[in-house]
Each structure stands twice: as C-alpha cells, then as structure tokens.
C-alpha cells in the first residue's frame, strides 16, 4: 500500500475518531443541559413580579403557598402558622445594639423594589449558579460532617459532657453554652466582607442551635456569609440553613431544598446585606434571633422584629423539643485548613485578630439564650473554642458593669504564625 494511501486511510479513522468523540461530547452535553433545566424548574417557582438586583440577583416574588417549602412531602397539606405573640410583642430597648454601631442595614435588592402582599421574595437560581456548584445533586447544602476524632475540651457542667468534635475542612471558633435546654438565643452580629481564596471556600458568622439526633446532629444556623461558589460573587449576604443529620442527606442554606417556610415579604434569604464595616470607620451590625414556639417552630428574626419565617417541627427530630446546644462564632471551609501548609488565606469575621477588638475585629453583641424561664439572658455556662488559634483567634471581652462582646476571625495564612 502506498504511502498516500496509509495516510489517507490514517486520517480517515482520526476523522471518524473525533467524529465519535464529539457525538459523545455533545450527548453528554445535552444529558446535562436536561438534568440542569429539570433542576431549575424544581428550584424556581412562577413568579407573581420579578426584580432585578444591581448586584444582578434576580428576586422573583412568589405567592406564599407556591414556595419550595410546600414540596416537602411532610408539608403537603401544611398550614402557614401565625408568627407567635411573644415575637409580636417586640420592644426596641430589649434588642440595643452595640454603641457607635449602627443597625441601619438593609438588602441591596429593595433599592429596586418590592414584594406584593402574599408573596415572598425568593433569590432566583440560574444556570450559571448550577454551571458553578461541585455537585449538582447537592447544590445548595452544606459539605457532610465528617470527624477526624472527639475531644473533650470540659469535663462536665451539669453533667453534660461538652464533646467538640474535630470536622474535616472547617475551622470554627466559638462562645458555646450548654448543659440546658434552650428555646432560643440571638446576637448582634458586625457585618464584615472578608476575603474567600478560592471557588469552594466559604466563610461565615453565624448562630447555631443543636441537639443530638442519635449518630447525627441536628443544627438550624443564620447570619451571614461570603459563598462564591453557591451565590457567584464575594458579597456578604444573608443566609439561614438547617440539617437533620450533619448535613448528609438534609437541609441546605436558604430555600435551596424544601423544608424552610418563608413569610416575609421583605427580606429575601441569600440576598446581599449592605453596608459592611469598615477598619476605623462606621460599624454595622444585624440582630439575629431564633426562637421556638410551643409548638415546636423554629422563627427566625432578624432586625428590630422582622419575622422572615421558621423551621416547621414536621422537618425537624430533637430539636422540635429543643436545642442542647448553642453556639456563636465563625467557620472557614477550605480543603486546605487543619494540614500542612500552605494554609487557605480565605478570612474568617473581619479578616483581622480578634484583639484588635471593635473598629478592627468581627464582634457579636448582645449575646442571649432563652430557657424554659421565657426570660433571654446572657448564659449563665459558657465555653470558648478555637480550631486553629494561630489563624483564627477570639477573644471574649467580660467587663463588670458592661455587656460581654464576643471578638473572633482572623486573616487565615499569615506567616510565621499560620503558613
């Protein structure tokens, strides 16, 4: 055979190669495109009026009955409940905020509109929010808990034995109170626009309310947070988020999954807060409150007595009972913290140390829980922890005659000292 021939005949198979490999490029193509547009229909509902943020979120206002929460199959002939009394009885000096901080925050979507009656704002997904996630199944929940060991960091207050357990790719710094059971616990949280390195990192500020659900915990959490991967951009905003089982199987942040009921038609969960704070400049800082009713709800409220919605009991395990555990403090999720360097330099609060105190450092004020007294109280055991002190510090600033301040976050790599 002739040398023009064997390349013909070469170039020929190449040909017929990439021809096959494009078929099956474009086959897989179109089998994602599907599954990412039947994703979209069961994340999105129809929206009554649509408004498009600055920021470019899109906040569709979505009749009140039509939200995800109603696809739960537990919710399916659910009934909105009424937000309970206690909550309506709202008095501003019982939610001070911290001197020389102002409260005036306020979501950037509302400066372009607003929601109807009987709607409620839900943050729209769009293709390019799927395109990013890692994992389109799990698009929106919070990476499953895995630990590496248990320490006993106390010994016992009460009895209860105070088990932290070491999670893989987070580092947390927390004011911990346990040893009761709570029915509620809010904060002031200073409103901060850290730096995140990389696309799966994120960083937060946030309460958490837990309870033990046999091999699992059980966690409802909000306050804000820097997400790129989930939101697609590096803006603080705020989230509310949930779990039955540490994240495995249930819950997710905002209104990703069904399960969270939305009730306000004001406030729209993953959207963008502003202004943040500044180093020797204006602080802000957002009120953040869970309560439970008795009927087994969780509201979450925020900002002088805005009711955004609850955590129906027919979602929840323990915790429609109550929590056992609260917390405040900030998380970092990186696959590069808690090993050898280089160390994330995704920032935790302000990105400075917590000794730097206010003006500098992420705070939380106003520190509550609420017992079976109905009365909300600073607590009265507390613990502190950091994961990685030598990245992310704290420092809980007690003073007699003054209200505590929990200071925490950190830069992340910062050698000699984090590397």
């Known amino acids: ?54 920021d470019g979120d899109i906040i569709d206002c979505v009749n009140i009955y039509k939200q995800p929460a109603f696809d739960h199959p537990a919710l399916k002939n659910h009934t909105i409940k009424p937000i309970p009394s206690f909550l309506l009885e709202y008095e501003p000096s019982s939610m001070s905020g911290t001197p020389n901080a102002s409260s005036e925050v306020f979501q950037l979507w509302q400066k372009s509109g607003s929601c109807p009656k009987d709607t409620v704002p839900i943050r729209r997904i769009q293709k390019k929010d799927l395109l990013r996630a890692s994992s389109l199944e799990r698009f929106g929940q919070k990476p499953k808990i895995y630990s590496t060991n248990k320490t006993n960091l106390n010994s016992t207050i009460l009895g209860v034995i105070d088990d932290y357990v070491n999670l893989q790719n987070r580092s947390e710094i927390h004011l911990s109170t346990f040893g009761f059971n709570f029915i509620g616990a809010r904060a002031n949280i200073n409103i901060w626009n850290p730096n995140v390195e990389k696309k799966g990192d994120f960083t937060t500020a946030q309460i958490y309310l837990k309870a033990s659900n046999g091999d699992f915990f059980e966690s409802i959490e909000a306050g804000w947070m820097v997400h790129p991967e989930l939101y697609g951009d590096s803006n603080s905003r705020l989230f509310a988020a949930w779990t039955r089982d540490s994240y495995h199987t249930t819950g997710c942040f905002d209104l990703t999954c069904k399960g969270f009921v939305h009730i306000a038609s004001s406030t729209a969960l993953g959207a963008t807060l502003r202004p943040y704070s500044s180093p020797y400049n204006q602080q802000y800082e957002i009120n953040i409150g869970i309560y439970s009713d008795e009927g087994g709800n969780w509201w979450l409220n925020i900002k002088n007595g805005t009711v955004i919605g609850y955590w129906p009991k027919e979602i929840l395990g323990n915790l429609k009972h109550s929590a056992t555990i609260v917390q405040w403090g900030g998380q970092v999720y990186s696959d590069k913290v ?82």
Request: one cysteine or more.
């Open 1 to 54: 055979m002739g040398k023009c021939k064997v390349a013909t005949l070469l170039f020929g198979v190449f040909f017929a190669l990439c021809c096959i490999e494009l078929q099956v490029e474009a086959r897989a193509s179109s089998s994602l495109d599907r599954e990412i547009e039947t994703k979209l229909k069961l994340l999105n509902k129809p929206a009554v009026k649509s408004i498009k943020s600055e």
């Open 338 to 419: 808690k090993k050898k360097p280089p160390h994330t330099s995704t920032q935790m609060g302000s990105g400075d140390s917590a000794s730097t105190r206010f003006g500098r450092a992420c705070y939380m004020s106003n520190v509550r829980i609420k017992d079976y007294s109905k009365y909300l109280k600073y607590p009265k055991f507390i613990t502190t922890h950091a994961d990685e002190p030598y990245c992310y510090n704290y420092f809980n600033d007690v003073e007699q005659g003054k209200d505590p301040v929990f200071y925490f976050g950190g830069p992340g790599r910062s050698p000699p000292s984090c590397p």
